[in-house]
């Protein structure tokens, strides 16, 4: 009988996409056109607050940016989850559910 441990041994090999959000900035097409080779694009975050951590799109902690050798790291300063009292985010687009019209239900 497999165990949960078990059971979660059999996907941790499962590649996921790890991502880092530094910041966002909307912005008008036209400005976006704009943007040169020294252009300046001021984010919505502050440079003391913690990054977001994504796993496949959804939040699951927050850290901060380290030197670790001659590359960018991050170390992880919370884990976002159950019982920590912030509701997930969602970075994706809600899955659209499409009805078809004008189809006949069958008897």
């Known amino acids: ?14 590649d996921v996409q790890l991502t880092v959000e530094l910041g966002r900035k909307s912005m008008r097409l036209r400005d976006v056109l704009a943007l ?18 994504f796993v ?20 992880v300063i919370e884990i976002v989850g159950a019982g920590s009292g912030d509701p997930a985010i969602e970075r994706r687009a809600q899955p659209i559910t ?9 008897a």
Do not use: C, W, Y
């Not at 496949?56 to 170390?75: D, S, T």
């Not at 499409?98 to 069958?106: I, L």
């Open 1 to 14: 009988m497999a165990t949960h441990a078990d059971g979660f041994g059999l996907i941790q090999d499962i």
């Open 98 to 106: 499409v009805t078809p019209t004008g189809a006949s239900e069958a």
């Open 56 to 75: 496949n799109g959804k939040l699951i902690a927050r850290g901060e940016v380290v030197a670790q050798g001659n590359r960018f790291a991050i170390r």
């Open 36 to 53: 040169g080779e020294s252009s300046v694009v001021e984010l919505d975050r502050l440079t003391d607050e913690p990054l977001d951590m």
